[in-house]
């Protein structure tokens, strides 16, 4: 079934039951390139998951915002979304204002959101790290009495952090999560970018997806699985059973 991909302010937005989960990215391929896999499992597994893309993600080489546009919507339905949206902030010049603050936290409280993912705090994209940083202080505000964002005041329980970086780190995640029946969904989601990750680039092997598939499968090796993605926190995570661990 095909979402639309919501660019109304907060308070216009149509209601809507809250979400389990929402995953903030920078730019519109960032959700699917980070936790894809864990998207299409998480929704298979009967979870209200949504996508904020808190800018178009233009301009690139060999995009427009019309062409990410309809690239978008495509790896939308690949993952199935609950719900997906565009805050409309500006790409290459994001940053953590008063203004954008009040922006995210009243997706917050509209979405009313259990979990909020956000992206690896440590990166070379200036605009990534200014995510991070607006995401968390957004979280903070959601819950703020008397104000003016729209919504019941909310607070969501954690923000949780997927890896979409820039920088050559050995990373050490805090978990990783089995994404062996859904890195075909995962793979999709991706190639739905044609502009991004297709167009212009080398097609000799290896290619970025190629890539993309080793380093799934190497995150899956380090849990006797096939394919994986590793996440991260700074809170204590905490597990209802141990029957959880594989």
């Known amino acids: 079934m095909t979402i639309p991909i919501y660019t109304q302010p907060p308070a216009e937005l149509p209601a809507t039951d809250p979400l389990d989960i929402l995953v903030v990215a920078p730019h519109p391929d960032d959700a699917e390139l980070g936790m894809g896999g864990t998207i299409a499992k998480m929704i298979d597994e009967g979870m209200r998951v949504g996508v904020l893309d ?11 915002e019309t062409i990410r546009r309809e690239e978008t919507q495509v790896a939308t339905d690949a993952l199935n979304l609950t719900w997906r949206g565009n805050a409309g902030l500006p790409n290459r010049k994001l940053v953590h204002t008063l203004e954008a603050r009040e922006l995210v ?6 979405l009313r ?10 990166d070379a994209h200036p605009d ?33 952090y997927y890896f979409c ?7 050490t995640p805090s978990w990783i999560v089995d994404i062996s029946d859904h890195w075909d969904a995962k793979r999709a989601s991706i190639q739905a970018y044609q502009s991004q990750f297709v167009q212009g680039r080398p097609t000799e092997p290896p290619t970025l997806i190629d890539q ?35």
């Open 54 to 64: 808190l800018t178009t993600g233009e301009p690139t080489p060999h995009g427009s």
């Open 212 to 246: 993309l598939h080793h380093e799934a499968a190497n995150w899956g090796r380090l849990i006797n699985r096939r394919y994986g993605e590793p996440f991260a926190t700074k809170e204590p995570l905490a597990m209802k059973s141990i029957r959880d661990l594989i």
């Open 128 to 160: 990534h790290v200014a995510a991070t940083d607006l995401i968390e202080a957004a979280r903070f505000w959601a819950k703020l009495s008397k104000t003016e964002m729209p919504g019941e005041r909310f607070h969501p329980e954690r923000v949780y």
């Open 165 to 171: 970086i820039h920088l050559r780190l050995a990373i």
């Open 105 to 110: 936290a009243s997706y917050f409280r509209m």
């Open 113 to 122: 959101p259990r979990w909020i993912f956000a992206p690896y705090w440590n």
